[in-house]
T-cell receptor, first 117, second 113 residues
Framework: DAGVTQSPTHLIKTRGQQVTLRCSPK?????VSWYQQALGQGPQFIFQ???????QRGNFPDRFSGHQFPNYSSELNVNALLLGDSALYLC????????????????FGPGTRLTVL | AQSVTQLGSHVSVSEGALVLLRCNYS??????LFWYVQYPNQGLQLLLK??????LVKGINGFEAEFKKSETSFHLTKPSAHMSDAAEYFC???????????FGGGTRVLVKP
């Protein structure tokens, strides 16, 4: 049973560029959440997708956007990159739909390390 | 709004000694509480969770935590540290199943031989 997968593993961009990160949830899960973890800090919630809609959003600017596909996979897009966007981006999945009991915990992928120069 | 405070950004313990990591939270509703561990260059792995019921929760790798509502605490313990316990530990809170997690700043554990 594959867990949460993310791609790419590492990414280097320059200021002003745009980036897309990808996530495939754990098999059977239908909800995807994205977190940003700056160096030496705890993860910060960006947003959550369920049924292809953004359901919750944290305190992040509109430069951060996302998408969820019918197969439940998800993308995180960041426009106009800033140096401060350098971080580990974590994707987490959970089950919230009618096909089974909800999961209390979120299962995390290995993350994408984004460096903005 | 929910928040989590982890006392001590770094903890050093000797192999075989007690590991105690402190977590205090604030929440306007009965919380769900979690401890996650992060090894270098990896994602987060769930150690244990409290949702409802028994307030002493046992997790993987010999860890346990006790939910104390009166103290708004959820401290993590392990009786005997092992070298493989060296990692960063995060306490997190959410207000509903599958809801967004609010994390503390993390505690890095160093285990001395």
């Amino acid at each position: 049973d594959a867990g949460v997968t993310q791609s790419p593993t590492h990414l280097i961009k320059t200021r002003g560029q745009q980036v897309t990160l990808r996530c495939s949830p754990k098999s059977g899960h239908d909800t995807v959440s994205w977190y940003q973890q700056a160096l030496g800090q705890g993860p910060q919630f960006i947003f959550q997708y369920y049924e292809e809609e953004e359901r919750q959003r944290g305190n992040f600017p509109d430069r951060f956007s996302g998408h969820q596909f019918p197969n439940y996979s998800s993308e995180l897009n960041v426009n106009a990159l800033l140096l401060g966007d350098s971080a580990l981006y974590l994707c987490a999945s959970s089950l919230d739909g009618p096909s089974g009991p909800k999961t209390y915990e979120q299962f995390f992928g290995p993350g994408t390390r984004l460096t903005v120069l | 709004a929910q928040s989590v405070t982890q006392l001590g950004s770094h903890v050093s313990v000797s192999e075989g000694a007690l590991v105690l990591l402190r977590c205090n939270y604030s929440s306007s509703v009965p919380p769900y509480l979690f401890w996650y561990v992060q090894y270098p260059n990896q994602g987060l792995q769930l150690l244990l969770k409290y949702t409802t019921g028994a307030t002493l929760v046992k997790g993987i790798n010999g860890f346990e935590a006790e939910f104390k509502k009166s103290e708004t605490s959820f401290h993590l313990t392990k009786p005997s540290a092992h070298m493989s316990d060296a990692a960063e530990y995060f306490c997190a809170v959410s207000k509903a199943a599958g809801n967004k997690l609010t994390f503390g700043g993390g505690t890095r554990v160093l285990v001395k031989p």
